[in-house]
């Protein structure tokens, strides 16, 4: 079975300071693996994935992740947050056997003024 | 791209009657197409998939259903709706058959079951 865990309910940051979302998953095969950005009452935006290759994906908005294979971990980062940053971030994974995406429970990233 | 439309919005309902929500999807074809539902403890969980017309995979049973009458629509019923039905559910859609592909979702719909 494949699962991905969050283990930071909130994160709180000063803006202009770096920021970090933690995310460790679990997966048979070669991972895929995604973040996912909601605002309140919106749909999830993708923000970016990493499917093989370079190890720093970079994606919208400023953010990257890194992915780390030998301490499955898939972290989401920014060298310097906004306010606006200020939102829910869904960490999700997929494998080569499964059709489906496993969400983690979701971070609330908190940028304060 | 794909365009992923919610209908409706907002949706206020009494206990014990039935519901419709539907999702269109523009500018795809052969979507695969999710229906999850986040309750207010913000996870997120996946209630039905399709991978064509006519072809629902249920992940979790309980008081709801789906159906794809159409390539790119999605509907989410239920017959009689209970309390617990109530939350912020999301239509989404990726590409078939290719499990790298990045799915999109919807603006969502609330609903409210009192």
């Known amino acids: 079975a494949q699962s991905v865990a969050q283990p930071e309910d909130q994160v709180n940051v000063a803006e202009g300071n770096p920021l970090t979302v933690k995310c460790t998953y679990s997966?048979?095969?070669?991972?895929?693996l995604f973040w996912y950005v909601q605002y309140p009452n919106r749909g999830l935006q993708f923000l970016l994935k990493?499917?093989?290759?370079?190890?720093l994906v970079k994606g919208s908005y400023g953010f990257e992740a890194e992915f780390n294979k030998s301490q499955t971990s898939f972290h989401l980062k920014k060298p310097s947050a906004l306010v606006s940053d200020s939102a829910l971030y869904f960490c999700?994974?997929?494998?080569?056997?499964?059709?489906?995406?496993?969400f983690g429970k979701g971070t609330m990233l908190l940028v304060s003024p | 791209s794909q365009t992923i439309h919610q209908w409706p919005a907002t949706l206020v309902q009494p206990v014990g009657s039935p519901l419709s929500l539907e999702c269109t999807v523009e500018?795809?074809?052969?979507?695969?197409l999710y229906w999850y539902r986040q309750a207010a403890g913000r996870g997120l969980q996946l209630l039905f998939y399709?991978?064509?017309?006519?072809?629902i995979s249920s992940e979790v049973p309980q008081n709801l259903s789906a159906s794809r009458p159409q390539d790119r629509q999605f509907i989410l019923s239920s017959k009689k709706l209970l309390l617990s039905d109530s939350g912020f559910y999301l239509c989404?859609?990726?590409?078939?058959?290719?499990?790298?592909?990045?799915?999109?979702f919807g603006p969502g719909t609330r609903l409210l079951v009192l």
């Open positions: 989404a859609c990726d590409r078939d058959a290719q499990l790298r592909e990045t799915q999109y």
């Open positions: 399709s991978v064509g017309i006519g072809q």
């Open positions: 997966v048979s095969g070669n991972p895929y």
């Open positions: 990493y499917i093989t290759g370079d190890n």
């Open positions: 999700a994974v997929r494998d080569a056997r499964y059709s489906t995406l496993t």
């Open positions: 500018g795809t074809s052969n979507p695969n």
